[in-house]
């Protein structure tokens, strides 16, 4: 298990969703995203010399979910006020009150939903791109999560880009002698 | 394959403008206008690396390739000490190793590194058990008895790297066990009440 792997560090980002759940543990080398989307579990590599860029979004998925939840929330609340009928509470019958404190309980519940959508701020996602692909990284859905993704990743990519460009990266081609001729560059008349 | 060097907006496709690499920005896309945060990292500049070439051999004693009896050897294999010209190096986790080791070792699930999934058994375990829990007196011989049988037969399946495979499977086959129990109880006393009924 990787909890119990000392090369292995466990993000704060990632969790669950509709689709599946994801975490994000940081290597010694490579950033790994561990998937689990129904019986499957999938892993993604990202080597931290391969990094080219971390990109995130912003969505209106968050105004939805404020909507959504408001609406409910109106809605309930609504339901709450005509049950009381113009009366006091203390005035109705026992089926009148337990639907108003239903429905009143409710209301609560998707203020509540208002809240954490408010606390937990914008809605995005997120990218990493690397030479040969450009990767949505899942269930990094917040502004703030991403955030701290990026805070957590970049000091080591920087890290570990620094130390593979204290090497040469590469040189420009030189023109061989036959003698010399490697894979890519078949000797003159055929001959390997 | 993004081998350009240029950044582009994931919504519309418009070119951005690089910031400093190692350095957040926030900027908004020229296209369509959605706020995106950015950080870019040094191997956005760098040209994608092209494979070696391997060396020939020139001197006559020097150490060849075991692949390419022809090609100077430059590293020997870390699994199986074979030597390597440069062409079949695989550079992996910091490991030098030979194509064969690589295909045995993802093969046989030796090398982490190169798998990519794992089926999770538990997961299957244990909706075996809970999906049809509100009628397991009735399909337990059959779900809690299959959830049994994966369960021991994948015992010695790869676990998960995130969840404790083997007690979550013990687990799933005690609550098999409960099930079947349940069940056989169920039948017996119905099949027992019924038979008393008739006599």
């Known amino acids: 298990m990787l909890r119990n792997d000392p090369e292995y560090r466990r993000l704060k980002v990632g969790g669950h969703g509709a689709l599946g759940s994801a975490s994000y543990w940081l290597g010694k080398r490579h950033l790994l995203v561990v998937v689990v989307a129904g019986y499957i579990e999938k892993y993604q590599r990202f080597q931290y010399r391969d990094v080219q860029a971390l990109f995130m979004r912003k969505t209106r998925v968050h105004y939805i979910w404020g909507f959504g939840f408001a609406a409910v929330a109106i809605g309930c609340s609504l339901g709450a006020f005509q049950t009381l009928k113009g009366q006091a509470f203390a005035n109705l019958d026992t089926e009148s009150r337990v639907g108003c404190l239903v429905l009143l309980g409710l209301a609560l519940v998707f203020i509540g939903g208002i809240i954490i959508n408010a606390l937990r701020g914008p809605t995005c996602v997120c990218y990493l791109r690397t030479a040969l692909q450009t990767a949505p990284l899942p269930q990094v859905s917040r502004w703030k999560q991403a955030e701290r993704l990026i805070a957590a990743l970049s000091p080591i990519v920087l890290a570990a880009q620094a130390s593979t460009q204290a090497t040469p990266a590469e040189k420009p081609l030189e023109p061989q002698s036959p003698a010399e001729g490697g894979a890519g560059n078949p000797a003159p008349g055929g001959l390997a | ?199």
């Open chain 2, 1 to 199: 394959m993004a081998l350009s060097s240029a950044l582009s907006c994931t919504r519309c496709g418009t070119e951005l403008q690089s910031s400093t690499p190692g350095v957040q920005s926030l900027t908004r896309c020229r296209g369509c206008g959605v706020e995106l945060g950015l950080i870019t990292f040094p191997a956005l500049q760098n040209r994608p690396a092209s494979g070696q070439t391997a060396e020939r051999v020139l001197e006559e004693g020097e150490s060849t390739c075991f692949y390419h009896s022809d090609k100077r050897a430059v590293v020997p294999c870390d699994q199986c000490g074979r030597f390597l010209c440069a062409l079949c190096d695989i550079e992996l986790e910091g490991k030098h190793l030979c194509p064969a080791c690589l295909e045995t070792g993802r093969d046989k699930r030796k090398l982490k590194v190169v798998e990519h999934k794992r089926t999770r058994y538990d997961q299957i375990v244990w909706s075996l058990l809970i999906l049809p829990l509100p009628f397991c007196a009735i399909s337990a011989p059959v779900t809690a008895s299959t959830a049994l049988v994966i369960a021991l037969r994948r015992w010695g399946a790869p676990p998960s790297l995130v969840a404790n495979t083997k007690l979550r499977l013990i687990l799933g086959m005690l609550v098999g066990c409960v099930e079947l129990g349940f069940s056989i109880w169920f039948w017996n006393r119905a099949v027992f009440s019924s038979w008393h009924v008739a006599k």
